[in-house]
T-cell receptor, first 111, second 110 residues
Framework: SQELEQSPQSLIVQEGKNLTINCTSS?????LYWYKQKYGEGLIFLMMLQKGGEEKSHEKITAKLDEKKQQSSLHITASQPSHAGIYLCGADTGANSKLTFGKGITLSVRP | SQTIHQWPATLVQPVGSPLSLECTVE??????LYWYRQAAGRGLQLLFYSVGIGQISSEVPQNLSASRPQDRQFILSSKKLLLSDSGFYLCAWSFKEKLFFGSGTQLSVL
């Protein structure tokens, strides 16, 4: 079965700083999804990457999928308190949009 | 636009009691529907998914069951809850290869 490893497990940054978090798959990815979750709430879709080398940006968040389609990074520029939360990556298993998720990375942004 | 509703938001149940969590989707027809559970330190685990009325696939053996009595309704049930059933339960639906999640139900079994 496909496993996703997210690193670091948690991260505390000062407001205004840039940061990068990672997601590594044990198998080649059909598709890689990034979600954000506030504690005790549902997951909010951020971005989906499907092609090797693909890069997408939304506001101050940029996600990349490597050429081999086994690793993705999420970069936040000039972090703000609103960026705080749990970031989860999900991998498309190739059938019926069933996603396998990593354990998530908890991001805290200090004002 | 499409929306997904999930209730209740929180639930505290004694061991051995039954469970029923409901999820409905609006603004779409024949969606794929999913139940996930999020437990501390274990990430998000797919429990059930459904591609249509009465069609349920179970991903892991467990004390829970799912049903889809109507096109846009997905129900998670148990006849007798166990302590290990505690967790955060999320319903989701898929659209254009993306999953969209409900707001979740925090279940505590005591």
């Amino acid at each position: 079965s496909q496993e996703l490893e997210q690193s670091p497990q948690s991260l505390i940054v000062q407001e205004g700083k840039n940061l990068t978090i990672n997601c590594t798959s044990s198998k080649t990815l059909y598709g890689l999804y990034w979600y954000k979750q506030k504690y005790g709430e549902g997951l909010i879709f951020l971005m989906m990457l499907q092609k090797g080398g693909e890069e997408k940006s939304h506001e101050k968040i940029t996600a990349k999928l490597d050429e081999k389609k086994q690793q993705s990074s999420l970069h936040i520029t000039a972090s703000q308190p609103s960026h705080a939360g749990i970031y989860l990556c999900g991998a498309d298993t190739g059938a019926n949009s069933k996603l396998t998720f990593g354990k998530g990375i908890t991001l805290s942004v200090r004002p | 636009s499409q929306t997904i509703h999930q209730w209740p938001a929180t639930l505290v149940q004694p061991v051995g009691s039954p469970l029923s969590l409901e999820c409905t989707v609006e603004g779409t027809s024949n969606p794929n529907l999913y139940w996930y559970r999020q437990a501390a330190g274990r990430g998000l685990q797919l429990l059930f998914y459904s591609v249509g009325i009465g069609q349920i696939s179970s991903e892991v053996p467990q004390n829970l069951s799912a049903s889809r009595p109507q096109d846009r309704q997905f129900i998670l049930s148990s006849k007798k809850l166990l302590l290990s059933d505690s967790g955060f339960y999320l319903c989701a639906w898929s659209f254009k290869e993306k999953l969209f999640f409900g707001s979740g139900t925090q279940l505590s079994v005591l």
